[in-house]
């Protein structure tokens, strides 16, 4: 018996029959708890008892489970001279504030080389994709002279301002910008008399939702997990990675401990991601225009 055909922009394309659904479904399925297998390994080990953390070989189960580990995570943090709450707060406002400054900088660059034509962008644009090739190891010192002659070193300011500077997210939103900004309808905004502020803002933003949703989970994962930081002395201006570190490295004793402190660090990137995840997918789907 024929196959029945289907045209797809005059090309003869073959139906993909359930048979084959149902493959790709199981393939997708078994690939995601796979990739899925370290984040239940991670939650297990914070769950498990001293004893069954040292277990050989290593199980995917546990025997007793309990939350002492937890606890002992409480308990460490409550005893150092600096309050707990203050890492907290550390990393939360680092966090979101270089997350919103990359964003909004980003934007405003990538909107300005990929929709405004001036003298110099294409140069800019070349600079900007060369400094993706460099580490940020590579440019530590120049960046520490820097910040000390702006007097930030040992502030919040020596963290965020450079995170408002990221090339990368620069690059992916101007990416973005040139293949789904419709110049047409940027006009027909002009034409009506919409200012460019008002244009970027309310029309540009919109159309890369995706970008901007995935820069944010980016920029605030890395600022989120950043640990020991050359440019923070002070104890209080440290982050909570940093401190936990700092607390669970001092012995085999606090092991249990340091895997509640992963477990924790690792939820709220994942929420992140989760929450922006819905709304990529949404956006990408819902988003397409012709001219």
């Known amino acids: 018996m024929a ?14 029959s359930r048979g084959g659904d149902v493959g ?18 991670t939650i297990l080990q914070s769950l498990k008892p001293l004893d069954e953390l040292w277990m050989f070989p290593p199980r995917f ?37 270089g997350t919103v400054g990359n964003l909004l900088f980003s934007s405003m660059c990538a909107y300005a080389l990929a929709k405004i034509k001036f003298p110099g962008s294409k140069g800019i644009f070349k600079l900007i994709v060369a400094s993706l090739m ?76 995706p970008a901007w949703l995935t820069l944010i989970v980016y920029s605030f994962q890395h600022l989120w997990n950043a640990g020991t930081s050359i440019y923070i002395q002070s104890e209080q201006l440290k982050s909570f990675n940093y401190a936990v570190t700092q607390l669970v490295n001092d012995g085999i004793s606090r092991q249990g401990a340091s895997a ?26 819902s988003s397409g225009m012709k001219d």
């Open 3 to 16: 196959r029945k055909l289907r045209t797809r922009k005059h090309r003869v394309v073959l139906n993909r």
């Open 24 to 41: 790709i479904a199981i393939f997708l399925i078994l690939m995601g708890a796979f990739l899925f297998l370290p984040m239940l390994y």
């Open 61 to 97: 189960y546990v025997i007793s489970p309990t939350l002492k580990n937890f606890k002992d995570l409480y308990m460490l943090m409550s005893d150092s001279w600096v309050p707990f709450s203050r890492y907290i707060f550390n990393t939360v406002f680092i966090s979101v504030a």
């Open 134 to 209: 460099f580490h940020t190891t590579v440019s530590a010192i120049a960046n520490y002279i820097t910040l000390s002659t702006l007097r930030w070193i040992d502030t919040y300011l020596a963290i965020i301002i450079p995170a408002w500077g990221s090339t990368l997210g620069l690059y992916l939103m101007k990416q973005f910008m040139e293949s789904s900004v419709n110049n047409a309808v940027l006009e027909s905004a002009r034409i009506d008399g919409a200012g460019e502020w008002r244009t970027f803002w309310t029309i540009a933003m919109p159309m890369v939702k």
């Open 260 to 285: 509640a402190s992963t477990v924790i660090m690792m939820m709220v990137p994942i929420l992140v991601f989760v929450i922006t995840q819905s709304n990529i997918i949404e956006t990408m789907g």
